[in-house]
């Protein structure tokens, strides 16, 4: 099983890293579409636990959220559709959920159940840095590793402390609101990569609102190590609900086309 510190050991080009939720369109063909991903090209993954009320997520991610929490995917069955995915995949696996679903699933058990799996890495998004504590021993007693996020308008000092206490990678917000494909990024994404590589060695990689090949292009020039890229893999699905392998084909080629415009 790789880590982030095996994928970004050489840095000699960005990472590309895309989102599913475990469970969208439904157990079975969400564990194949994100194998697939992985054989065009992904470099890591991103996976969310379906939950009712993800905050930090746009409508086209919340759609997906209800179509596997309609499939009555639980964190316990999440943990199994990790566990084949990782049985296929030596890729970093992230998670990136909301805290309720690890409260009530229990702390202890959830982190113990995430590692046992195969995960690398539990981004809970709307914990923010001040209670970090709450979870830290936890993440490093089972061997994971630590990652927050930055947004647009982080203070210098909530970066410096974001920073310190990432261990895996920082997850770099692109854009002020919720996640979503964008035509264009902000233009405040540029300095605040710059400004967080000044602070640390940790991969600093950017995700909300990264959509195209070109997106790709432009924070790699800007100097992210790696590229989160969510809601325009979701719609792929949620646009072939209907069809027999939910999208495969067509999600094969866009990962492909984004791994493309990062190689070098």
């Excluded at 994100?34 to 009320?53: C, M, N, Q, T």
């Excluded at 970090?132 to 993440?139: R, T």
């Amino acid at each position: 099983m790789k880590t982030y510190k095996d994928i970004f050991a050489k840095r000699d080009r960005a990472q590309l890293i895309p989102f599913f939720v475990l469970g969208d369109p439904n157990p079975s063909a969400s564990v194949e579409l994100i194998k697939a991903a992985v054989a065009a090209g992904a470099d890591a993954l991103e996976l969310g636990i379906p939950f009712s009320d993800p905050i930090a997520d746009g409508p086209t991610i919340q759609a997906a959220d209800i179509r596997a929490l309609e499939q009555g995917v639980t964190c316990a069955q999440a943990f199994e559709m990790i566990r084949e995915i990782r049985d296929a995949c030596d890729v970093p696996i992230g998670l990136l959920m909301y805290y309720n679903l690890i409260c009530y699933y229990g702390k202890e058990r959830f982190y113990r159940d995430a590692a046992a799996a195969g995960v690398n890495s539990v981004l809970i998004a709307d914990l923010c840095i001040d209670d970090a504590e709450e979870v830290e021993q936890l993440v490093h007693a089972n061997g994971l590793e630590s990652v927050y996020m930055v947004t647009p308008n982080t203070t210098e000092q909530r970066k410096k402390l974001i920073a310190q206490k990432c261990t895996g990678l920082i997850y770099t917000v692109a854009v002020l609101g919720v996640t979503g494909e964008r035509a264009q990024l902000s233009t405040a994404i540029g300095p605040l990569i710059q400004s967080l590589k000044q602070m640390t060695d940790t991969p600093v990689c950017v995700g909300f609102g990264v959509s195209t090949p070109e997106h790709c292009k432009e924070l790699a020039a800007a100097g992210a190590d790696g590229m989160f890229v969510g809601s325009a893999v979701v719609r792929i699905i949620e646009e072939h609900l209907n069809s027999p392998d939910h999208g495969k084909k067509e999600l094969v080629e866009f990962i492909s086309r984004m791994r493309q415009s990062l190689e070098k």
